[in-house]
C-alpha cells in the first residue's frame, strides 16, 4: 500500500525536548518514560547500559493512511523520500543500538537474552483477527511492563488489540464501497493530469525507494497532483468521514478490549509518575 | 506480477554493510549465535536462518518470498519494531512485528488492511520481499 508517509521540517528533534521547564508530562510519556526507567535499571542490573532517550521523532511526521490531502506538504516533501531517510538515520544514530553493536560479539546474546528474555515464549496474545503474537515472559523489557503495568501478560494482550484495531480501521474504511466509488473520480482527476492510476495504493507501489527516489520535481509533482485530485474529487472528505465512522464501530465493538488498556494505563500512572520523578527526569 | 518483479530485484542484492558495524546478511554469513536483528528463517519455527537484518531491507534478496518464520530479536531503542511487506521497496501490504515477538509459522498470518495495496489479507507464508524497522 501506502508508504506511511511523513513530514519533515527542519533536523530530526526528541520530542521530549521540546517541553518547557516545569510543564508535566502527558501520561504517554510518562508511561513511555517510566517503561524506559525500569529497563535501565533491569539492564544495568544484568551487566549491560541502556540509554534512555526521549521518544525521537522526525519533526512534524505525519501519517496519510488513505490518500496525500496537504497540498502544501505534498509541495514540501512530495512522497516524503526525505522523512524517510531521516527516519531509517533515527535507527542509525540510536545510542542503544550503537552501544549493542559496541559490544564484543560473544557479549552480544547475553545482553539480547537480558533484554528480549532467552527465548520468546511465556507470552500470548490474540489480535482480533485471531493471529497469535509470542513473546518472552522473561527479560527486562517484560519485567519493566510487569512492574509498571502490574500484569505483562494483560499488557501484551492489550497492546498487540490496539494496534490491531488501528488497522482493521483503515481495512474497513477503504474496504467500504463508499471508498472505492471516490477513488473513480480521484483517478479520473489523475488520468487529467497525465497519471494512470487506480488508487493512492496503487501509485504509491510504483514508487522507487527511498535510497533511490524519484528527482524530487517528479516526485513532487505526482504528490502535489495526488492531493489536489483527493480534495477536488471528494476522496479525502470520503476517508475522512469513513475513518470516524469505522472507528466509532470498532470502539464500540471492542468497547470492552479498549477499556482494558485503559484500565491498565490508568492503574500505571501514579507508579509511572513517581518512576519517572525518582529518576529525576519529570516534574 | 509484482512478486515476479520483486524476486529479480531481488537477486540484484547480496549483502549490506551499515554504519552502525553490524552486517545485515543472507544465509551463508549468518551465524546461529548471531543475535541483534530481525531474523528470517527458511523454515518453521526457527529453523534455517535465510537472513538477519539490522536495517532497513528494500529488497529481501534470495529470502523473498521464502520466509516461513521471523523472529525480532533486535536490541532495544528508538525503532525496534519490525516491519514486514507484501512488495519490495516497503510496498503492497504489511504487518507489524514487536521487538522481542516471533511469528513462528507465517501460514498463520495474514498481511495487515493497507487501503486496497497488493497483497492484501494474503498469507505471510513464502510472501514477504522488504522489511523496515519503525516504532510501535
Redesign the interface.
Known amino acids: ?3 506511511i508517509l511523513y513530514v519533515l521540517v527542519g533536523a530530526v528533534f526528541l520530542a521530549g525536548c521540546a517541553r518547557p521547564a516545569g510543564v508535566a508530562m502527558s501520561d504517554a510519556d510518562a508511561l513511555h518514560t517510566a517503561e524506559k526507567v525500569l ?1 535501565r535499571e533491569c539492564m544495568k542490573r544484568a551487566g549491560f547500559e ?1 540509554q534512555i ?1 526521549p ?2 521523532r522526525v519533526p512534524g511526521e505525519r501519517e496519510f ?2 490518500v496525500i490531502d496537504d497540498i502544501a506538504w505534498a509541495q514540501r516533501h512530495g512522497y516524503g523520500t526525505d522523512i524517510q531517510r531521516g ?2 538515520k ?3 544514530d ?9 559490544l564484543p ?1 560473544a557479549r ?2 547475553a ?3 537480558a ?3 532467552s527465548k ?1 515464549t511465556g507470552l500470548t496474545a490474540k489480535d482480533p ?1 485471531g ?6 515472559d522473561q ?1 527486562c ?2 519485567a519493566a511492563d510487569r512492574e509498571l503495568y502490574g500484569d505483562a501478560q494483560a499488557w501484551f494482550q492489550a ?2 488489540t490496539a ?2 484495531l488501528k ?2 480501521r ?3 474504511a ?2 467500504d464501497p463508499r471508498f472505492a466509488a471516490a477513488t473513480e473520480p480521484w483517478a479520473a482527476c489523475m488520468h487529467a493530469v497525465g497519471h494512470d492510476y487506480a ?4 501509485l ?2 510504483t ?5 533511490k527516489p524519484l528527482p524530487f520535481h517528479d516526485e513532487q509533482r505526482m504528490a502535489v497532483a495526488e492531493a489536489t485530485c483527493a480534495l477536488s474529487s471528494g476522496l479525502a472528505s470520503t476517508a475522512k468521514d469513513l475513518d470516524a465512522h469505522y472507528d466509532t464501530q470498532l470502539r464500540q465493538q471492542y468497547k470492552h478490549d479498549m477499556e482494558t488498556e485503559q484500565r491498565l494505563k490508568q492503574a500505571a500512572l501514579p507508579r509511572a509518575r513517581d518512576i519517572v520523578r525518582t529518576a529525576g527526569l519529570s516534574s | 506480477m ?1 512478486k515476479i518483479r520483486n524476486a529479480i530485484a531481488a537477486m540484484a542484492v547480496v549483502a549490506l554493510t ?5 552486517v545485515d546478511a543472507y544465509a551463508a554469513p549468518a551465524s546461529p ?4 536483528f530481525l531474523f528470517v528463517y527458511y523454515g518453521t519455527y526457527q529453523d534455517n536462518v535465510c537472513g538477519q537484518f ?3 531491507q ?1 529488497v529481501w534478496g534470495p529470502c523473498t518470498n521464502k520466509a516461513e518464520s521471523l ?1 525480532n ?1 533486535g ?6 519494531d519490525a516491519k514486514v511487506y507484501w ?8 504487518r ?9 509459522d507465517l501460514h ?3 498481511f ?7 497483497g ?1 489479507g494474503q498469507q505471510l507464508w513464502h510472501n514477504i520481499a522488504s522489511s ?2 519503525v ?2
Not at chain 1, 488508487?199 to 496503487?202: D, E, G, H, L, T
Open positions: 500500500m501506502r508508504r529497563l541502556y532517550t521518544e525521537a493512511p488513505y527516519l531509517e533515527l535507527r542509525t540510536d545510542p542503544n543500538q550503537r552501544y549493542f553493536h559496541s560479539a552480544q546474546p545482553a539480547i537474552a533484554a528480549n528474555g520468546p483477527e493471529m497469535v503474537m509470542t513473546h518472552s527479560g523489557q517484560t497492546k498487540v494496534q490491531a488497522a482493521m483503515v481495512e474497513r477503504s474496504a488508487s493512492p495504493a496503487k504509491r507501489e514508487l522507487p525507494p527511498p535510497e | 509484482p551499515v554504519l552502525t558495524g553490524a549465535a548471531a543475535t541483534g539490522d536495517q532497513n528494500s523472529f530479536d536490541y532495544p531503542g528508538n525503532r525496534d512488495g519490495a521497496n516497503y510496498t503492497g501490504a504489511w507489524y512485528l514487536y521487538n522481542g515477538a516471533i511469528l513462528n498463520d498470518f495474514t495487515d488492511p493497507s487501503n486496497g495495496a497488493s492484501h523496515s524497522w516504532n510501535l
